[in-house]
């Protein structure tokens, strides 16, 4: 059979394909697919960021991917196969969640991961029959899955990889080295979908991904898992190996990586550059409340700067509009970050993802402000606020990105750098000042993009 794999965009208020070029880093979803598929099948595929999608492709069967937002472009799309007689399958995490609802636009959807359900599945379709719901009955073990080629990456440039030293130093290989998160965030999608479960790759196959990056020429890595500390003896063990191959890593973890100085030691030591770090709020009743109380409040500004003294930058991921804010948080969640001089910031409106406990709380009590999933961006209005309205809260999250990105924050946020790593700082402020350009040009672009 002939698969075309697509990983939909998501729209423009106005209805246009949201389109980039240029981005830091890839998902490696759709090679990764096409490394799991059988070889007597052939794999095409399509990042709807980056390129169109061939909608009169000759595939029998469409398999369709999307986050967040992406859902609605990705349902269409489903919709348009469909009437052109195509068998469409989708995945990922929303679908996971919301399979009934997938299922008005697809005619299978795999509910979790895929890895023990992919051959099943394609065999039934090419034999003509179909389970309609493919959901494996244990967690993968994450020994020996098969190697995507990372030439392939949706959103690699290879043209500007050779020719720009700027996007050398931006682009972000991606490793996945373990999957899940055993914290209780109660908007979290990703705990949701992996249950609070935790697994981690082998030590040595992670390291081997590294090394297969840098011969092709690599210096950086994004770990992309959401929590690459949820096992703290395993993330020791992995940056103890990954420290002979002196690469730079960026990923995401928790605060609590400052609360162990080994572990934040090794992880400098083998390379960390940048953490994003969702410190969600500066308010612990906030925190509380979303289950998030492992996150204390009044330490971070101990805990950052325990991350910068080992040369490490701090994205913020911060929420605005949580029960425990008004009108006077968005002053005070400013002047936290401009203190504790993070590098980046990226705000979110408080999101309720249908399928988390957050979805059912906010529907239960009448408080979702639209169902229109296109909308679901982290920089839109969702959920009615308890202190403040939803214009209050868009006026805040606008004010604070904007000041946030000012000339004379991004002098006294990025002054003096972290230690170390000065190249990187020096990085850290170009990039800032190209988002303020930016911002001035596109002011409505936050929330779509990450
Ligand atoms: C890398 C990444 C990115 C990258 C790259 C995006 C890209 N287009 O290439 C960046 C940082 C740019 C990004 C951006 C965004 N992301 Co993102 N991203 C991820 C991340 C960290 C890893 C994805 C990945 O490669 N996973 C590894 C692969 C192997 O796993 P997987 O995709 O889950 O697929 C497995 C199964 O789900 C299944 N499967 C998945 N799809 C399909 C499809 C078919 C047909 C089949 C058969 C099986 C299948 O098979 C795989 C193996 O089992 C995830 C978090 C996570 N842990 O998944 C978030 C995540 C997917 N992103 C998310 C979101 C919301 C976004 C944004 C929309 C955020 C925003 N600003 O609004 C943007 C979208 C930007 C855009 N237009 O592309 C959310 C989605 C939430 C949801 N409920 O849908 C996640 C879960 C993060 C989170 N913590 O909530 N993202
Ligand atoms: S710590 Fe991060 S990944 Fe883990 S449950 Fe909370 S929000 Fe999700």
Redesign the pocket.
């Known amino acids: 059979m002939k698969i075309y794999?697509i990983?939909a965009?998501?729209y423009h208020p106005d209805g246009r394909l949201?389109k980039s070029i240029q981005?830091?880093?890839?998902?490696?979803?759709l090679p990764?697919?096409k490394a799991l598929t059988p070889r007597e099948h052939e794999v095409v595929f399509t990042?709807e960021?980056m390129q169109d999608a061939d909608l009169n492709s000759d595939a029998d069967v469409i398999?369709?991917?999307?986050?967040?937002?992406?859902?609605k472009r990705a349902y269409d799309l489903a919709d348009l196969f469909r009437r052109r007689g195509k068998k469409v399958?989708?995945?990922?995490?929303?679908v996971?969640?919301n399979p009934d609802q997938a299922l008005e636009h697809c005619d299978a959807v795999?509910i979790?991961?895929?890895?023990t359900v992919?051959k099943d599945?394609l065999e039934d379709l090419a034999a003509g029959r179909n389970k309609v719901r493919y959901q494996a009955d244990k967690w993968h073990s994450l020994v020996g899955l098969p190697q995507i080629d990372y030439m392939t990456l949706?959103?690699l440039r290879p043209d500007l990889w050779k020719k720009s030293a700027f996007y050398r130093q931006y682009f972000h290989w991606?490793v996945?080295a373990s999957?899940g998160c055993p914290h209780p965030c109660e908007y979290?999608?990703?705990q949701t979908y992996y249950d609070r479960s935790f697994r981690s790759r082998p030590v040595e196959e992670v390291v081997e991904d590294f090394r297969r990056i840098k011969a092709l020429g690599g210096k950086k890595v994004l770990i992309?898992?959401?929590n690459p500390i949820g096992n703290v003896s395993y993330a020791k063990e992995l940056f103890r190996a990954l420290i002979p191959i002196k690469m730079a890593w960026a990923s995401q973890c928790t605060i609590n990586i400052a609360r162990n100085a080994d572990l934040l030691d090794l992880a400098a030591r083998s390379g960390c550059r940048t953490l994003s770090i969702g410190l969600e709020s500066v308010t612990q009743e906030n925190l509380e409340e979303i289950s998030k109380g492992f996150n204390k409040a009044p330490r971070f500004a101990e805990d950052l700067k325990a991350i910068r003294d080992k040369g490490i930058q701090v994205i913020a991921l911060m929420m605005v509009g949580l029960d425990g804010d008004d009108t006077k948080s968005f002053d005070k969640t400013l002047q936290f970050l401009v203190d504790n001089k993070l590098s980046f910031l990226k705000l979110f409106t408080p999101c309720p993802?249908p399928g988390t406990k957050y979805y059912d709380d906010m529907d239960r009590a009448g408080r979702i402000l639209t169902k229109d999933w296109n909308r679901y961006?982290?920089g839109s209005p969702l959920i009615q606020p308890t202190h403040m309205t939803p214009e209050e809260m868009m006026v805040g999250f606008n004010d604070v990105y904007k000041r946030f990105y000012s000339i004379p924050n991004i002098v006294r946020r990025m002054t003096p750098p972290p230690k170390g790593n000065y190249l990187e700082s020096m990085f850290y402020m170009v990039a800032n000042f190209k988002i303020n350009r930016y911002m001035r040009k596109t002011p409505a672009a936050w929330?779509?993009?990450?």
């Open positions: 794999l990983s965009t998501h949201v981005y830091w880093t890839s998902a490696i979803t990764y697919l990042d960021l398999g369709i991917t999307a986050m967040g937002p992406q859902i399958v989708m995945g990922g995490s929303w996971s969640l795999v979790g991961e895929v890895e992919w599945c949706p959103l991606p996945s999957r979290c999608t990703v992309l898992d959401d993802y961006d982290y929330g779509t993009i990450s």
